[in-house]
């Protein structure tokens, strides 16, 4: 059974800096594209950044340039490193994984437990 379990988060007042990890856990053939997602209270779930295997990270406009996403395919890791904080990014982040089963062959999209960040004023 694969797992995502998400570490970091908390409260952080403006202007300030968190990282976020992931680490995949389980029966894992390989990693294929690795990101977070964030959603805040009343709005939809959106994508923050994400990162390929072996390509171009991407990111989501209102986070470019104060969020760098990296990845450790040795360790089966992720991370966010969000920094300029502001209240707006008050959300719960999701970490996302799809990972190609050793069992099945298959490729199956995971998701984290999702971990808190707050922005304060």
């Known amino acids: 059974q694969v797992q995502l379990v998400e570490y970091g988060g908390g409260s952080v007042q403006a202007g300030g800096s968190l990282r976020l990890s992931c680490a995949a856990s389980?029966?894992?053939?390989?990693?294929?594209?690795m990101g977070w997602y964030r959603q805040a209270p009343g709005k939809q779930r959106e994508l923050v950044a994400a990162?390929?295997?072996?390509?171009?990270?991407s990111y989501a406009d209102s986070v470019k340039g104060r969020a760098v996403i990296s990845r450790d395919n040795a360790k089966k890791t992720v991370a966010l490193q969000m920094n300029s904080l502001k209240p707006e990014d008050t959300a719960v982040y999701y970490c996302?994984?799809?990972?190609?089963?050793?069992?099945?062959?298959?490729?199956?999209?995971?998701w984290g437990q999702g971990t808190q960040v707050t922005v304060s004023s």
């Open positions: 996302y994984a799809r990972i190609q089963m050793v069992a099945t062959g298959g490729t199956y999209a995971y």
């Open positions: 389980g029966i894992i053939f390989s990693i294929h594209a």
């Open positions: 990162i390929p295997t072996g390509g171009t990270a």
